[in-house]
């Protein structure tokens, strides 16, 4: 989660880069995003630790899996309000003029920053994967394990 609210802070910081992304773009990263987080969320809620007979173990990897729903939520929750945000306010916040004269214009733009933290997003539901395969093959090692000892 401390990942997340940093890149977000960052995204912010990239706000500053003089680019404007279209608004379908941002639509469809969005939309990646929702499936991203569908599809993680019906690998997490398939999860079953019946076969594992260890409570102790069973424990930790519930505690594991845990932890990755919970990340899933939060880069949504995070995203959702983003995205949510910048459809809202579009227009009013197209672009904040930071400094502005004859000389030099700086500014910052609402969707460079919502596109930075949607592209953050889907790096780390990929990475929420690669730890829900993780936790799958250490369950399988953990049952195959338990069925040597007997």
């Given amino acids: 989660m401390k990942k997340t609210i940093i890149a977000a802070i960052i995204c912010m910081l990239v706000a500053l880069v003089p680019m404007q992304p279209t608004e379908m773009t941002l639509n469809i990263l969005y939309g990646v995003i929702g499936v991203l987080f569908s599809v993680g969320m019906s690998l997490i809620i ?3 630790s019946s076969n594992i007979v260890n409570p102790d173990l069973k424990v930790q990897l ?3 899996m845990h932890k990755v729903r919970n990340n899933f939520l939060f880069i949504f929750f995070f995203c959702s ?3 949510i945000g910048f459809s809202l306010l579009k227009d009013e916040w197209k672009q904040i003029d930071i400094v502005k004269n004859e ?3 700086f500014y ?3 969707a460079m ?3 930075s933290f949607l592209v953050y997003s889907v790096i780390a539901l990929i990475s929420n994967y690669i730890q829900i395969q993780q936790l799958y093959e250490d369950i399988e090692d953990k049952i195959h394990q ?3 000892c007997k």
Avoid: D, I, P, Q
Wanted: proline fraction near 0%; include cysteine.
């Fill in 62 to 64: 519930r505690g594991n």
């Fill in 113 to 115: 920053s919502v596109l």
């Fill in 108 to 110: 910052c733009t609402w």
């Fill in 146 to 148: 338990e069925k040597n």
């Fill in 81 to 83: 309000l983003y995205y």
């Fill in 103 to 105: 000389n030099m214009h």
């Fill in 46 to 48: 398939a999860f079953n």
